[in-house]
């Protein structure tokens, strides 16, 4: 069964507004992921984030990270069109080297 | 480009079959997993091989095998395939085993199966 479960599973805003997908997990991680995905294509690493951070930005990506809820969130600021894709967290395993994908947010953005 | 390629792009075949897909990793890259995207079940971790061993297994069907060649590259084989095998398989490659590294992924293999 998959590690991580987001919310929502589809996103639809206008261009120059902020982003905010959520991934929930249930069991004890040393890091997170987010990973991007345009359309029928591989992924693409976003940023990653250790259990022992709280916030991390790269760029217009600002990411969060609760243990004690075992919940993470990716936030896009002014969202362009091309931000249009599939957004997955993704867990590694404790002590194991799985890493484990979520269910996916699909965002659209619209011009 | 992430550097790891993966043939063929699209496959199709019918119930039955057997087929391999292929995976080179990135450069230096030591690490190959194997996932399989389908619209119900979504991204599912295979299998990992790190240096020609096998380093960890998650949802992979006894009608899948897999291996890491010397030089580094994999295949995933398929066999008595099924109608719910169609997919997409994505290969991604590390660095190392750890699951801080990031992945990087190839285009994948759109497997159809009539």
């Known amino acids: 069964s998959q590690q991580g479960e987001e919310d929502p599973q589809a996103l639809s805003i206008q261009e120059g507004e902020n982003a905010t997908m959520n991934c929930s997990y249930k069991t004890s991680i040393n890091n997170l992921q987010w990973y991007r995905q345009n359309s029928g294509r591989g992924l693409v690493h976003l940023i990653l984030i250790r259990s022992n951070e709280r916030e991390k930005h790269s760029g217009r990506l600002r990411v969060t990270l609760d243990t004690s809820k075992k919940s993470s969130s990716l936030l896009i600021t002014a969202s362009r069109a091309a931000d249009t894709a599939s957004y997955f967290c993704a867990t590694d395993v404790y002590n194991t080297d799985k890493l484990i994908f979520g269910t996916g947010t699909r965002l659209q953005v619209f011009p | 480009d992430s550097g790891v390629t993966q043939t063929p792009k699209h496959l199709i075949t019918a119930t039955g079959q057997r087929v391999t897909l292929r995976c080179s990793p990135r450069s230096g890259d030591l690490s190959v997993y194997w996932y399989q995207q389908s619209l119900d079940q979504g991204l599912q971790f295979l299998i990992q091989?790190?240096?020609?061993?096998?380093?960890a297994k998650g949802n992979i069907l006894e009608r899948f095998s897999a291996q890491q060649f010397p030089d580094l590259h994999s295949e995933l084989n398929l066999s008595s395939l099924e109608l719910g095998d169609s997919a997409l398989y994505f290969c991604?490659?590390?660095?190392?085993?750890?699951?801080?590294?990031?992945?990087?992924f190839g285009p994948g293999t759109r497997l159809t199966v009539l």
């Open positions: 091989y790190y240096n020609g061993e096998e380093r």
């Open positions: 991604a490659s590390s660095v190392g085993t750890s699951g801080s590294l990031e992945q990087f």
